[in-house]
């Protein structure tokens, strides 16, 4: 398997078809064998029937559900650990990160890093609740750990296959990967990316 593609999913009944549509779309121009893991993370809505029916026609995605509700953080790591691509990439599933920059992130890994990161540099969110607090975030983290990455909240990112299954995630540690990825011994980078406004869901 050349690449697989990790999307933790909750709650997201307004935005799957589309978003995998985009989504396979964008690789089909790849020319690469893929697998897409949807990793349903104890959904209360329609998602993971949605998902159902998606895994029914299309022979490249595989599910995985939680029976509750864990975070981002555990199903994360639920589906890097199943992954069987020699790449990896992880997106969000509320269609704010563009399908269309998985190949630029794959570009940008094939120039000699084992991670590549997605900064959202012209974020489309909420300002008070979502924009300052990464702002703040960011800058303690990089701070702490001397990682120069701008977006450790960035969920688009593009791994070596072995690192991102040698990542070790518990809590709310999917806001560290930069850091974790280069204390094992990591290259890591970042790449702007596109961040596109939510159009369904909460």
Same mark, same amino acid.
């Given at each position: ?36 893991? /949807? ?64 190949? %630029? ?46 977006? /450790? ?6 791994? %070596? ?6 990542? %070790? ?34």
């Amino acid at each position: 398997m050349d690449l697989s593609v990790v999307l933790p999913v909750f709650n997201e009944e307004g935005n799957l078809e589309a978003l995998h549509a985009e989504l396979t779309e964008a690789l089909a121009g790849l020319g690469l064998r893929y697998e897409v893991l /949807y990793v349903d993370d104890g959904s209360r809505d329609a998602s993971f029937s949605i998902l159902q029916r998606i895994r029914e026609a299309d022979p490249c995605v595989r599910l995985l559900r939680f029976r509750r509700n864990y975070g981002q953080t555990a199903a994360l790591a639920a589906g890097l650990e199943r992954t069987q691509g020699d790449v990896v990439v992880t997106l969000d599933s509320d269609r704010q990160n563009d399908p269309r920059d998985i190949a %630029r992130l794959l570009a940008r890994l094939g120039e000699g890093y084992d991670l590549v990161s997605g900064w959202r540099k012209d974020r489309k969110d909420d300002f008070w609740s979502r924009r300052l607090p990464s702002v703040a975030a960011n800058r303690m983290i990089r701070a702490i750990t001397g990682v120069r990455v701008h977006d /450790y909240g960035c969920m688009l990112k593009a791994y %070596r296959g072995d690192v991102a299954r040698e990542l %070790r995630l518990y809590g709310e540690m999917h806001r560290f990967i930069p850091a974790i990825a280069a204390d094992l011994g990591a290259r890591v980078d970042e790449l702007v990316v596109n961040h596109r406004p939510r159009v369904a869901g909460t």
